[in-house]
Nanobody
Framework: VQLQASGGGLVQAGGSLRLSCATS????????MGWFRQPPGKDREFVSA????????DYTDSVKGRFTISRDNARNTVFLQMNSLKPEDTAVYYC????????????????????WGQGTLVTVSS
């Protein structure tokens, strides 16, 4: 499985961006997809995830109501719509594939994700 993330950029606070993560290769092996982010000088953290089959979603508290994760199985692509962006959302955003086995609930742990995209930088100015 290969992942290609895109859509990052510079945006003012209150603005929106949509990140995309295109998957290729053995996509049939994917059980879920996640978005993580790494703010400057900090550890990588969970943002959101979606199960590949049922489409169940999960969000970290700080983005609930502002971010929406979705998937287009026909295009093997996952999206992260980010609205009402804040300066604290500034980070490199990574998409990742969970191939740990079937789940009806998205996984949050980084250890469950064994394929990672290259990251896309989101900068939110105040």
């Amino acid at each position: 499985v290969q992942l290609q993330a895109s859509g990052g950029g510079l945006v003012q606070a209150g603005g929106s961006l949509r990140l995309s993560c295109a998957t290729s290769g053995r996509t049939w092996s994917i059980d879920g997809m996640g978005w993580f982010r790494q703010p400057p000088g900090k550890d990588r953290e969970f943002v959101s995830a979606i199960t590949w089959g049922g489409g169940a979603t999960d969000y970290t508290d700080s983005v609930k109501g502002r971010f929406t994760i979705s998937r287009d199985n026909a295009r093997n692509t996952v999206f992260l719509q980010m609205n009402s962006l804040k300066p604290e959302d500034t980070a490199v955003y990574y998409c990742a594939a969970d191939r740990s086995g079937y789940t009806n609930r998205p996984r949050r742990g980084r250890a469950s994700y064994n394929v990672w995209g290259q990251g896309t930088l989101v900068t939110v100015s105040s």
